[in-house]
T-cell receptor
């Protein structure tokens, strides 16, 4: 079945470390997105990509980086510059044309 | 500014009672509107969407929503709530004619169902 796979489901990071969250889709969707979710804050956009080798900053891009080398993959790196990285991270994709997002099941990142 | 407001942070409804979750939006372009549901620790699932035509749209799990342009609202309703409906609900808006542009989400409404 087609869908979006996020891995790992749980991730622990030490202070000062970079970590990379994986997002893979086999839906042949063109656009992919990363959101951060904190309690009571809803979903806040980190980065999005409408086509391969192109991406745009969202509302809270500082301390994060992405790449889009393949249509299927949109990894998110949480760098040491992100001072409060503990959160639930959601990846989503959508085809070109009208349609809602398909979401992955999320990665919970905790700083230890 | 473009935004989505869900006025109710938390709602408790008795099982079998009706439900209405409110959503108001501010958006410059013709909106494309969505409701999503999220169970704890999970991703979001699309309940329904509206982009044109009949302003009353039907979704999965017995949910429906009504688009009211004059009130900039897109409220979600269900005639009889089941215990399994307890979850967090998000309203979202995007531009109808700009495919791939990111959606704007409300902060969510948590639904609790009492027996």
């Amino acid at each position: 079945d087609g869908g979006i796979t996020q891995s790992p489901k749980y991730l622990f990071r030490k202070e000062g470390q970079n970590v990379t969250l994986s997002c893979e889709q086999n839906l042949n969707h063109d656009a992919m997105y990363w959101y951060r979710q904190d309690p009571g804050q809803g979903l806040r956009l980190i980065y999005y990509s409408q086509i391969v080798n192109d991406f745009q900053k969202g509302d809270i891009a500082e301390g994060y980086s992405v790449s889009r080398e393949k249509k299927e993959s949109f990894p998110l790196t949480v760098t040491s510059a992100q001072k409060n990285p503990t959160a639930f991270y959601l990846c989503a994709s959508t085809p070109q044309g009208p349609g809602g997002y398909t979401f992955g099941s999320g990665t919970r990142l905790t700083v230890v | 500014a473009q935004s989505v407001t869900q006025p109710d942070i938390h709602i408790t409804v008795s099982e079998g009672a009706s439900l209405e979750l409110r959503c108001n939006y501010s958006y410059g372009a013709t909106p494309y509107l969505f409701w999503y549901v999220q169970s704890p620790g999970q991703g979001l699932q699309l309940l329904l969407k509206y982009f044109s035509g009949d302003t009353l749209v039907q979704g999965i799990k017995g949910f429906e929503a009504e688009f009211k342009r004059s009130q900039s609202s897109f409220n979600l309703r269900k005639p009889s709530v089941h215990w399994s409906d307890a979850a967090e609900y998000f309203c979202a808006v995007g531009p109808l004619n700009q495919a791939g542009t990111a959606l704007i989400f409300g902060k969510g409404t948590t639904l609790s169902v009492s027996s």
